[in-house]
């Protein structure tokens, strides 16, 4: 069975950092982009960032660019999601997604095959 398991969010200060990660169960997803999105209360999901599966294309969302880094470990099948100097804007639920092919459009959520079942991040002002 796939899974994406995300872990580490969490209630933070403003300014804090977290650190998420996303377990993925196969390793079909290391040949792979892999991505992070998020959702606010009664908002869209929106891109975050992606990874391809080598790790040197990369791309953010306009909304973390700076202050976010993503990586991953195609050994350990996981994706991270380093966020620094967190605003209260980055509030929501934080989903970790897989493609299945090289063809899609990474900050797209139609492209994404598999989701995790989010993690909550909630940042105090």
């Known amino acids: 069975q796939v899974q994406l398991v995300e872990s580490g969010g969490g209630l933070v200060q403003a300014g804090d950092s977290l650190r998420l990660s996303c377990a993925t169960s196969s390793r079909t997803f290391s040949r792979y982009p892999l991505g992070w999105f998020r959702q606010a209360p009664g908002q869209e999901r929106e891109f975050v960032a992606a990874?391809?599966?080598?790790?040197?294309?990369?791309a953010y969302g306009d909304c973390v660019k700076g202050r976010f880094t993503i990586s991953r470990d195609n050994i350990k099948n996981t994706v991270y999601l380093q966020m620094n100097s967190l605003k209260s804007e980055a509030t929501g639920v934080y989903y970790c997604a897989a493609q299945i092919s090289n063809r899609g459009s990474n900050s797209y959520a139609r492209s994404y095959a598999y989701w995790g079942q989010g993690t909550q991040v909630t940042v105090s002002s």
């Open positions: 990874i391809n599966w080598s790790g040197d294309n990369i």
